[in-house]
């Protein structure tokens, strides 16, 4: 069984920037891969980006290349998210998963944090 607990969300005026941080207890393989993908009102879950677990590869949305970025540390069991230069459009409840593979479809997770609220005003 995998646990993944985000934190710090909250609110930053746009252009300002936020680190989420997702913390796994439980097995995690070398071939696991770990997500990020957020959700605003009234709208589907989005694929943010994801990094392969002892590689490293990283895959991210176009709408936010270039300005976030995933990253893991093994030793703490915990992976980041960077997000810099933060617009309106960034604000959702962001939520790491832990999959089998890396993939920007939410159907290979099989576990779910509890979400983080981003909240970008303009």
């Known amino acids: 069984q995998v646990q993944l607990v985000e934190s710090g969300g909250g609110l930053v005026q746009a252009g300002g920037s936020l680190t989420l941080s997702c913390a796994v207890s439980?097995?995690?393989?070398?071939?696991?891969?770990m997500g990020w993908f957020r959700q605003a009102p009234g709208k589907e879950r989005e694929f943010v980006t994801a990094i392969s677990w002892s590689g490293g590869s990283t895959t991210y949305a176009d709408s936010v290349k270039g300005r976030f970025t995933i990253s893991r540390d093994i030793a703490k069991n915990t992976v980041y998210l960077q997000m810099n230069s933060l617009k309106p459009e960034d604000t959702a409840v962001y939520s790491c998963?832990?999959?089998?593979?890396?993939?920007?479809?939410?159907?290979?997770?099989?576990?779910w944090g509890q979400g983080t609220q981003v909240t970008v005003s303009s």
């Open positions: 998963a832990a999959g089998s593979y890396r993939s920007s479809r939410p159907s290979v997770y099989n576990y």
């Open positions: 439980g097995r995690i393989f070398s071939s696991d891969a």
